[in-house]
């Protein structure tokens, strides 16, 4: 299963406001910023999460084991939405 986490706080249904960057750590990466209302998260095996490398939109393949924190969010009938954080 896989969820799509593009939408932030604050810039309603805009995914073109990314704030969520993301540096080089080693050999991988690390993503700070937070996602909202993202659908599917707390049951997904995958998580593709927008972010901007050098102010550049890029999206990122992430193992949803390896997210830390997370929070669900009850609202729209409690239809799974999740808020993503990362640090």
């Known amino acids: 299963r896989v969820a799509v ?3 932030e706080p604050g810039a309603r249904f ?3 406001r990314c ?3 993301a540096t080089r750590s080693g050999k991988g990466w690390t993503l700070k910023g937070r996602k909202h209302l993202v659908w599917g998260a707390a049951n997904a095996d995958v998580v593709i999460v927008s972010a901007r490398i050098g102010g550049e939109p890029s999206l990122f393949c992430i193992d949803a084991k390896t997210l ?3 929070r669900h969010l009850k609202a729209y009938n409690d239809r799974g939405m999740s808020e993503l ?3």
């Open 68 to 70: 830390t924190k997370a």
């Open 14 to 16: 805009d995914a073109d």
């Open 5 to 7: 986490a593009y939408l």
């Open 85 to 87: 954080v990362f640090h």
């Open 19 to 21: 704030d969520t960057v």
